[in-house]
Structures are given as C-alpha cells and as structure tokens.
C-alpha cells in the first residue's frame, strides 16, 4: 500500500486544508504514516517571506531523510509558485487545490497506486484526530492589507453553506470531538449571517464548545457579543488581530480601524465578560515605523492586556504595497521590538490566569505530557492537573484553579 506524510505549515486554516488533503488521500486508499514515506505532502503558507523560507527548508530536510519520496507541495505556497512561474527541482508535484480530481491526477503523474474501492464501505477516519477540530466555514479575502499576500493567493472571499458546514460539525462530533474551532481567512464576512451559522450549531446535540479562531473587531457586534455571553457552548474567547497600536501605522497597513475603535470593542466584550479572554496578532517593525510609533503601540498593549499576543516580525513580501514601501526596518531593531512585545504580554496573560486562581473552570483535556494532564478553559487559560486519570482525556471537568507554574494555570478536580 502506497503511504504518506503530510506536513501543514501556518494559520488554521492551512491546518483544516491539510487535514482535508489527507482525508482524501485515505478515501484513494493510502496509508497515513509518521515516517518514511512514499509521498511526503508540505501544506505550505506564504504569508510571510519566513514563511515561504521554512517551506523551503522543510522540503529540504525531506528530501534528506528521505531521498526516494515523492515531494509535493500544497496550500499557499504552492499557489504563489505557480502564479510566479517559478521552478522548483526538487518538488515532483505542486497541488494547488485539495480537490478530488486534483489529487487524483497528482497520483497518477507520480505513478503511485491507489485504489478508491480499498476503502468502500469502511467508516471515514476522523478529519483530525486532536480533541479539538477545525470547520472551516468561509475563505478568501477582499481587504488587501498592503502587507498581505493571502487576498492574492486565495481569491474572493466565498462562504460555506450552513446547511453543508452544520452537516460536517454533526460529522466531527460523531467521531468524539468535544469542541469545534471555526476558522476562515475572513471569519467576520460569513454569509449570509455568522450569527445565523452559530445559533444552528448551537443545536448541535453533543457539541460542548464553539470557539472563535479569529474575527475582525470591526465585525464584532453587539449581537455576536451577546451571542456568547449567552450560550451554553460559546468560549468567551475572543482572537482579534490588531497589527499595531498606532493609527498612522495602521492606516499604512490599510487595517479597517483606529485604535480607538478597537479598544471601544474590547470595551464592550468586557462589560459583558469580564473574564473574556482577549488575543491578538501584532506586526512590528511595519516600513516607517518610528521609536515614537512603536512607544504608542506598547502604550496600546498596557491600556488593552491582551492575554496571549502573537508577535510577527514584519517580513517583505514580494507583490505587496509594503514590500516597497520606504523606511524598512533592520532585523536587529525587529528582533529587540518583539521582545519588549513578548515581555508586556507575558506580563499581562498571568495577570490574567491569575484571576482564575480560587475559580472554578471547565477544562477540556487534550493531553498528557510526561504524565500531566494538559487541557484549555472556555477562556483559553491553559490548565494543569498533576497525577490526572488519563480517562479524562477529551472529556470536560470542573477544575478549581490552585496556582501558577510557568504561565500555566494548575487546577484540581
């Protein structure tokens, strides 16, 4: 039997389409493996120039551990190379989409067997077999950030069916997933309705959680808000993407608010979730970013407290508005930025799990590591809990919060 290894690098939503590629691959009757395989399949992202370089060193390393595989290259990246005309030696395969024919026709250019009727009539495996699952719901991007090369690869923004995206949660309980994560390159621009796709989901018999991957603050509405505050499988989480905490730096980047205005927002999550988790991604080192521009952003953090930011060194990316914007920045300045970010941050995410010390939490438990159970709250406050029954893995539990150790929350049941 023909086998596989299949790799994604990048957002969730990467994840969810590798996670999709491999499924397929199972239906034409291939062997998923963790080691030397026939084909090994780079999910690759581009949305950074670091990015495209770890694809690069990734299909490398493959080729070096494996001299006789087959590579293929997927996702964005692959999209990028074909829209570039550019050439890669070493990679047999470029897939620029997950669909059937697709990886049919890759199968049969690389001469590897494959035989849909091997699995006829054995049930599906899992799209992921992590407690947590992905359902992607939407894709595409219209917003053109001037850093940004995802609107370029992924094309319009389109949305899923909600009787489609509904049907598929159904699926992804059925296999004992206990939480669904919904992703999309445009969360916020689902149609016809989020709110609509949520308040179906909710009717979901055996779904435990919804949670939010990341949303547009300025597609966060009083009713969305409402919405989680309310139901009973909401995670008061919120991911919303900030990039910089400066308004002359933002209206560079084409970002869609002032500073003003997302505060506003987190404003008005905490009024109804004082709780509510608050997480972000941000951009240092933007073309022209001053010392003075950078101080308004760290300024920004301290009003704000996120408690988990995701700090990205601003990489040109060739094809973006950015990339030849004047007054790029030196690696050195980037590196010493990120860690004054990643320092108020880390300050602020235990200030914040502390607050959950002598609470109660329900704890999704995902994991066990050198004999600890691992798991996440509703609020994404990573858990802890020493000596834990490992019958407790994908199952949720009331945990009272003990105290702090390395960030982590330890808890007791």
Request: overall charge neutral; charged content about 25%.
């Amino acid at each position: 039997m023909t086998t596989f290894l299949l790799k994604s690098l990048g957002c969730k939503v990467s994840q969810y389409d590798g996670e999709r590629i491999a499924e397929k691959l199972r239906g034409h009757g291939l062997q998923q493996v963790e080691d030397h395989p026939d084909i090994f399949i780079l999910n690759g992202c581009s949305v950074t120039g670091r990015a495209s370089q770890k694809v690069r060193q990734t299909l490398r390393a493959a080729r070096r551990n494996w001299p006789a595989v087959k590579l293929v290259l997927a996702g964005c990246e692959a999209r990028l190379v074909t829209q570039r005309h550019e050439e890669l030696p070493d990679i047999d395969w470029l897939l620029k989409d997950g669909e059937v024919a697709s990886i049919t026709a890759m199968l049969a250019a690389l001469g590897l067997d494959a035989d849909s009727a091997a699995v006829a009539g054995k049930a599906s495996l899992p799209v992921s077999a992590k407690t947590r699952a992905f359902l992607k719901i939407q894709d595409g991007c219209n917003q053109f950030c001037s850093y940004c090369i995802v609107a370029y690869l992924r094309g319009n923004e389109w949305s899923r069916p909600i009787d489609d995206a509904v049907a598929e949660a159904r699926s992804l309980v059925a296999e004992g997933h206990r939480e669904l994560v919904l992703t999309g390159i445009h969360l916020g621009h689902y149609k016809p309705s989020l709110l609509h796709l949520l308040r179906e989901l909710d009717k979901v018999e055996g779904l435990e959680r919804i949670r939010l991957s990341s949303i547009e603050s300025v597609e966060v509405t009083d009713e969305l808000i409402d919405w989680v505050a309310t139901s009973p499988k909401a995670c008061w989480h919120f991911h919303l993407p900030l990039q910089s905490g400066c308004d002359k730096i933002l209206e560079a980047m084409r970002r869609p608010y002032k500073t003003a205005d997302f505060k506003a927002v987190v404003e008005k999550i905490r009024a109804r979730m004082p709780l509510a988790a608050i997480t972000t991604d941000l951009i240092v080192g933007f073309p022209g970013e001053t010392e003075v521009e950078f101080s308004e952003t760290l300024k920004f953090l301290e009003d704000i407290r996120f408690s988990r930011i995701h700090i990205f060194r601003f990489s040109p990316r060739d094809g973006t508005p950015a990339a030849t914007m004047q007054g790029q920045i030196d690696n050195q300045t980037k590196i010493a930025r990120s860690d004054q970010v990643e320092k108020i941050w880390k300050a602020y995410a235990a200030a914040f799990h502390e607050k959950f010390i002598g609470q109660k939490l329900e704890v999704l438990w995902e994991a066990i590591e050198n004999g600890v159970l691992c798991g996440f709250s509703r609020e994404y406050v990573p858990c802890r809990l020493t000596m834990g029954d490992e019958k407790l893995l994908n199952h949720l539990s009331q945990a009272a919060g003990q105290k702090l150790t390395d960030g982590d929350l330890q808890v007791t049941i």
